[in-house]
């Protein structure tokens, strides 16, 4: 029988939790001993006594929070998993969270408890697999989480991984489609690795020719080549005991592939024309828009460098995978782009959103800031309509009386069906609604269109389900027609 510590200030949460993981059987027999506190000591000391091996922690606690006891959780229980709990969703607790030693960090309220017995199960196997404690690296430098944007479960995911990631200094792989923000994620990775500033090196392995390249990277001497007047340190050494961003690493030449791989295996380089030994002090995070493995296989790419470099990968998904992050994007990027061209466009009609949230967004995000920014650029007030956006094609073709899950009614200005009641606020800019009304009409029209059957209103929105509940729950969205 495992022990499982439940910590909680909302009694009737803790009660409920207890009943529901004792009434788990396993072989016949209660699968869990489960045992609750309601603070930051107690939880301390119940730990001590009973040594569980999995702890549901709440963030917040009438003592201390959930983040600031993790650490001597781990100490008191050794490999105990710890889960936190948390009714807010911050990205930036999440990071701290993960690299301080959380197995996992979810939100409540819990829509069912299937989620919550997944990820115990889970622990415990992790558990007994691995008898040994995680290490504990506590961020403690005021980094932020810069330009990640976003709630759906890939961003979710992503953001527990680069928590996993920025305690150590493991060599990092970064795969993703061109403008999914590769170089952003390796800057959070740097920025939460570290507890004091240090260099932050990138080079764009595609945007500089071969002849070259190997001297921006290693460096050169005085007389190496002609050209060459004065020694030149290159990215590596520049990049002391920080990180070397290498973008686009799919496009070197498999020449300057070997010499990596080299470098790499023994951690020294010269400067070209050089013969002085110089450490490799740097963390190598690399990136590439290509298939690696793919390219490997086509005798494009070494395999042993590949090797080399894929000790840690991470996956950034493209737009077009997380749409229900779209109107998020459109809020953060807006505020950006007003500030960088002087302007002040902050509402965005609904069917504009609904065009915006369907395109396909080959360029994924920076596709996406690109339109964006000519559309503020050419926006007279403080209004985003479609006349200020390039052609808004669908992203698959229209079929069905209810295209798009909006009824048929008059023309708003990209061409697209709007309904009735939407109809009056096109002619009146003041009366524009905001990114978060639009959402919520959005959902409330295609909850009607659907007659609330959820399934249907996440197809068409382009979510997931947990979202779509979320959503409903902060846009308080009736469901009585729900299936």
Not at 51 to 56: R, T
Not at 462 to 482: C, F, N
Request: hydrophobic share 40%.
């Amino acid at each position: 029988m495992e022990t499982l510590l439940i910590v909680d200030d909302d009694l009737s949460l803790l009660e409920s939790l207890k009943m529901h993981f004792e009434d788990i059987e396993h072989e016949g027999a209660p699968r869990y001993q489960v045992v609750t506190a309601t603070s930051a000591a107690e939880a301390l000391r119940v730990a001590h006594e009973v040594m569980p091996g999995v702890v549901i922690l709440d963030m917040k606690l009438p003592d201390r929070t959930g983040l600031d006891i993790i650490e001597e959780m781990k100490s008191l229980c050794g490999d105990a998993r710890i889960i936190l709990v948390t009714a807010f969703h911050d990205m930036e607790t999440t990071i701290r969270a993960m690299k301080a030693g959380a197995f996992d960090y979810i939100h409540k309220p819990f829509p069912d408890l299937t989620a919550l017995d997944i990820v115990v199960s889970r622990a415990l196997e992790y558990r007994q697999l691995s008898r040994r404690a995680a290490t504990v690296n506590v961020e403690t430098a005021a980094a932020r989480l810069g330009d990640i944007v976003g709630t759906s479960p890939l961003i979710q995911q992503l953001v527990k991984e680069i928590g996993k990631v920025s305690a150590s200094r493991a060599t990092v792989l970064i795969n993703g489609e061109s403008g999914t923000g590769k170089e952003l994620i390796a800057r959070v990775i740097h920025n939460y690795s570290y507890d004091e500033p240090k260099p932050f090196i990138g080079i764009n392995c595609s945007a500089i020719v071969d002849t070259l390249l190997e001297s921006e990277l290693f460096g050169h001497e005085k007389g190496a080549f002609t050209g060459a007047n004065a020694v030149k340190p290159g990215k590596f050494e520049l990049a002391e005991d920080g990180t070397i961003f290498l973008d686009e690493i799919g496009d070197m030449s498999l020449m300057l592939q070997a010499k990596l791989l080299r470098v790499l295996q023994e951690r020294e380089f010269e400067r070209v024309g050089g013969v002085k030994r110089i450490k490799l002090r740097a963390r190598v995070i690399a990136a590439t828009h290509r298939h690696l493995a793919d390219e490997v296989a086509s005798g494009r790419f070494r395999e042993d460098l590949y090797q080399r470099l894929k000790v840690i990968t991470l996956q950034i998904p493209p737009l077009r995978e997380r749409r229900e992050d779209i109107p998020l994007l459109v809020q953060h990027l807006l505020e950006r782009i007003n500030e960088k061209v002087h302007k002040r466009v902050t509402r965005v009609p609904p069917e504009v959103l609904a065009h915006l949230t369907r395109l396909p967004w080959r360029g994924n995000v920076r596709e996406l800031e690109n339109v964006l920014t000519r559309a503020v650029v050419l926006a007279p007030g403080e209004v985003l309509l479609s006349e200020n956006l390039p052609a808004l094609e669908p992203a698959q073709p229209e079929h069905g009386p209810h295209t798009n899950g909006h009824a048929h009614g008059p023309q708003g200005p990209g061409g697209s069906a709007l309904p009735n009641f939407l109809v009056a606020h096109i002619d009146d800019p003041s009366r524009i609604p905001t990114l978060e009304e639009a959402e919520r009409m959005l959902i409330e029209l295609t909850m009607n269109v659907t007659k609330g059957h959820k399934g249907k209103t996440c197809q068409i929105l382009g979510i997931s389900r947990p979202t779509l509940e979320r959503k409903l729950q902060k846009y308080g969205v009736r469901q009585d027609q729900q299936p």
